[in-house]
């Protein structure tokens, strides 16, 4: 923490000073990276004995971020937003449901399994940048917690001999937050989230008694704009 709290205030520091000395003129309205737009590859970490990840699963999320700068050359600030994301995630854990219960099992045979998501999400950033007025290439960093909430969770499985069952699953924890960072030069930004809460309600189980305590890793490119 208190390494933390030194690094916090000598980039603070270096920052305000550099802008004293700063001969430029800085537009006070500039503000940089406020519409966003991640892609990514995603994955479960702390999957259960068993779990098999046999697709491609895709994310698309995007927003607007409002660009909050605290020093005079205005590349060093905060960022909070909010946004829509649209997660996929293909596996074997399937979902059934009797009489209004949800059964969760690891299943082998079987043609196709996707959990889908709709989440409204809402990031708050510490942001560090290279930009200026007129440069529209720079070096950025942008590192901080995702706040989300999943408006809508379904589950589609499809046997080998195709029957389909396509549920709404009451299961998900709706609220979920994680670490996320995004750094790169110009268009091309590596985007990177990880989820902290879990995927499911902390008392969901497997069929075999195994806690489901799965949780989200996201991983792709961020494109900005304005």
């Known amino acids: 923490m208190k390494k933390f709290v030194f690094t916090f205030l000598f980039l603070t520091i270096s920052n305000a000073l550099y802008s004293q000395v700063d001969t430029i003129s800085v537009n006070p309205k500039y ?3 406020q519409l966003f737009l991640n892609i990514s590859y995603n994955t479960f970490t702390s999957t259960p004995e068993g779990f098999l990840q046999n697709g491609f699963s895709f994310g698309v999320a995007g927003g607007f971020v409002k660009d ?3 020093n005079k050359q205005r ?3 905060m960022g909070l937003g909010v946004g829509y994301a649209y997660n996929t995630y293909i596996q074997n854990i399937v979902v059934t449901q009797e009489m ?7 299943e082998t045979s079987y043609d196709n399994n996707t959990y889908r998501t709709h989440s409204i999400e809402v990031p708050i950033e510490f942001r560090w940048r290279t930009s200026t007025l ?3 290439k ?3 960093v942008y590192g901080g917690v995702t706040l989300g909430y999943v408006f809508d969770f379904s589950s589609k499985y499809v046997s080998e001999v195709g029957n389909v069952s396509d549920l709404r699953v009451p299961e998900i924890e709706k609220f979920q937050y994680g670490l996320s960072l995004s750094a790169g030069y110009g268009t091309w930004n590596f985007f990177v989230n990880y989820a902290l809460s879990p995927f499911f309600e902390k ?3 497997l069929e075999s008694g195994e806690k ?3 949780k989200t890793l996201r991983m792709g490119m961020a494109f900005y704009f304005f």
């Open 138 to 140: 720079f070096w950025r």
């Open 100 to 106: 209004g219960i949800s059964r969760f099992a690891v």
């Open 31 to 33: 503000l940089e990276d």
């Open 203 to 205: 008392d969901t189980y």
């Open 75 to 77: 590349n060093f600030g």
């Open 68 to 70: 909050i700068p605290f």
């Open 212 to 214: 489901l305590d799965m």
């Open 134 to 136: 007129e440069k529209y």
